[in-house]
């Protein structure tokens, strides 16, 4: 999952068998470089979008 493929100018790249590890790091970047806090909801919905 990279912040490209949903429209961010970032190239962070993340790939992760455990789905709640996935969750937290996107969270944690989001909220770090982004300002954004997406839910747990939004990136699941983030993931299976990819």
Do not use: W, Y
């Not at 590890?21 to 299976?48: C, W, Y």
Request: net charge negative; hydrophobic share 35%; glycine share 4%.
């Amino acid at each position: 999952m990279t912040c490209r493929e949903h429209g961010f100018d970032c190239d962070f790249d993340i790939v992760s068998e455990d789905e709640a590890e996935l969750i937290e790091f996107v969270q944690t970047h989001a909220k770090s470089n982004h300002g954004i806090s997406p839910s747990e909801e939004d990136v699941r919905k983030m993931i299976h979008a990819a």
